[in-house]
C-alpha cells in the first residue's frame, strides 16, 4: 500500500463550551464527563459515582432537566443546573413520507442544519446519521456531494440526532417499568452528511455513548458505518468502534469510480479492497456490506457485475444494490428494474447476498443519496454537475 498524507482535514468542529456559559453534558465520554465534573468543585472521591448516576439520567432514561434526578441531592442537582446543560439538536422541521419514513432537518451550533432520517421496518426501524455539515468528496450521483462542506458535528451533535428521534418516537422507557425488548429505533446507520472517516474521534465517541451498556445499549452489530473509502482510517474503525462496515464502492473501474467517487484518486479500487481483506472483524459471521448505487449505462451492465465478483473473491460480504435517487439536476437515471435484477442474479449466482434495497422517503428527498440541507439547496444547472463529474 503507498504510503499516504495525514487524512485529517482542516474542518472546523465548533468547541462544547462557549466563551461565557455551561458545559453541555451531550457528547461526552465517561472520562470527560468525569474530568469536567471534577473541575467544576465534584469531589474527586464522588466523581465516578456521579458520572454513572448522570449518565443513566441522560441516556437511559431521556432526561434534560437536572431536577429530574432525583438520586441526587437538591443542592448538587442545582450546582449542575449553574455549570452544565443538556442540549441536543433543534429540530427546525419534521416531514413524514407515505411509507412512513421521517425527515428531520435540525440545527445545530452556528445556525448551520443537517439532515436526519428514520426509516420504520415491521416494528423496527433504522435511524440515518449524519456527522458533517456538507461533505469533501464530491460524489457526482449524490445530492448531498453538491453541497460543500461546512464543518465536523461534534460527538454531542452526533449523538443528540439519537436522542431527538427518540424523543419523537416516545421511546425512552419509563422508570420501574418492565424491561421492553422492543426497539422502533433498533440500528443506526452513519450514512448521512458526510464522510464518518472525516471526522473519526467524533464518530466514534458518540457510537460510544449510542453502544453503553446504562445508556440507549445498541449492539455494536446494530451500528453501520458507511465510508468511501478513507483507507488509512478502515482498520481503526474495527479496533476503536467495533461496529459494521459498509463501503461506498459504486464502480468496478478505476476509470468509472474517479468520476464518482472522486475519493478514489486518492485510494484506488486496488488499495481499497487491500485494506478490506485485512479488515480485523472480517469473518463469515461478520460480512462487509458493499453499496452499490445502479446508473443506467454507467456501471450495471453484466461485465461489471462479473468484475465485482471478482474484485471482492475471498471477502465475506453482501451486496447492497441501490436504485438510484433522483434529484434536482441530477446527471444520470435509474437503471430499468429487469437491468438491476439480471445485475442481483449474476452476483447471487456468485455466492453472494445481493438484496435490492427499496427506495424509502423519495416524496420527501429522504432517499438514500438525496439529503441535503434546506439553507444550502442552491440549485446547480445540469450542465454544472455534468462538468464538475467530468461527464
Known amino acids: 500500500m503507498t504510503a499516504t498524507a495525514p487524512i485529517t482535514q482542516d474542518v472546523m468542529t465548533i468547541p462544547r463550551k462557549l466563551p461565557e456559559g455551561p458545559i453541555n453534558l451531550v457528547g461526552l465520554t465517561r472520562v470527560g464527563m468525569r474530568t469536567a465534573l471534577i473541575e467544576n468543585g465534584t469531589p474527586e472521591k464522588q466523581a465516578k459515582m456521579r458520572v454513572g448516576q448522570i449518565w443513566q439520567w441522560i441516556y437511559q432514561w431521556g432526561k434534560r432537566d437536572f431536577a429530574e434526578m432525583t438520586n441526587l441531592s437538591k443542592a448538587f442537582r442545582a450546582d449542575l443546573a449553574e455549570k452544565f446543560i443538556i442540549e441536543v439538536p433543534e429540530v427546525v422541521t419534521r416531514q413524514v413520507s407515505e411509507d412512513g419514513t421521517r425527515k428531520y432537518l435540525v440545527k445545530i451550533a452556528g445556525g448551520h442544519e443537517v ?16 456527522s458533517q455539515v456538507g461533505c469533501t468528496l464530491t460524489c457526482s450521483f449524490c445530492h448531498t456531494g453538491t453541497q460543500k ?15 431527538i428521534a427518540r424523543d419523537d418516537l ?22 448521512g452528511m458526510g464522510e464518518p472517516l472525516y471526522n473519526f474521534e467524533n464518530v466514534r465517541d458518540a457510537m460510544k455513548i449510542a453502544m453503553d451498556a446504562e445508556g440507549i445499549q445498541l449492539s455494536r452489530r446494530r451500528i453501520t ?15 476503536e468502534i467495533g461496529c459494521q462496515l459498509a463501503i461506498s464502492f459504486h464502480a468496478t473501474t478505476n476509470e468509472v469510480r474517479d468520476k ?28 462487509i456490506t458493499f453499496e452499490y448505487v445502479m446508473l443506467d449505462g ?22 447492497n444494490l441501490i436504485p438510484f435517487n433522483e434529484w434536482p439536476g441530477a446527471p444520470y437515471k435509474r437503471s430499468s428494474g429487469n437491468r438491476i435484477h439480471r445485475f442481483a442474479d449474476i452476483i447471487y449466482k456468485a455466492g453472494y447476498a445481493s438484496p435490492i434495497r427499496k427506495p424509502r422517503g423519495e416524496d420527501i428527498m429522504a432517499a438514500c443519496g ?20 467530468g461527464l
Open 170 to 191: 416516545d421511546e425512552w422507557p419509563e422508570q420501574g417499568a418492565p424491561k421492553d425488548e422492543t426497539r422502533l429505533l433498533s440500528n443506526i446507520v452513519l450514512m
Open 298 to 319: 454507467i456501471n450495471d451492465t453484466d461485465a461489471d457485475a462479473h468484475r465485482l465478483i471478482k474484485l471482492i473473491e475471498g471477502i465475506p460480504a453482501k451486496i
Open 260 to 287: 464518482l467517487v472522486p475519493i478514489n484518486k486518492r485510494w484506488n479500487i486496488e488499495e481499497l479492497v487491500e485494506a478490506l481483506r485485512a479488515y480485523p472483524r472480517v469473518s463469515n459471521s461478520e460480512r
Open 370 to 389: 438525496q439529503l441535503k440541507s434546506a439553507t444550502e439547496r442552491a440549485r446547480k444547472s445540469r450542465k454544472q454537475i455534468e462538468a464538475d463529474a
Open 149 to 163: 462542506l461546512v464543518r465536523n458535528l461534534t460527538a454531542g451533535e452526533i449523538i443528540g440526532q439519537v436522542m
Open 115 to 130: 439532515e436526519v432520517v428514520y426509516i420504520p421496518e415491521d416494528g423496527r426501524g433504522t435511524l440515518c446519521v449524519s
Open 225 to 239: 458505518l458507511s465510508t468511501s473509502g478513507v483507507v488509512p482510517e478502515i482498520a481503526r474503525t474495527a479496533e
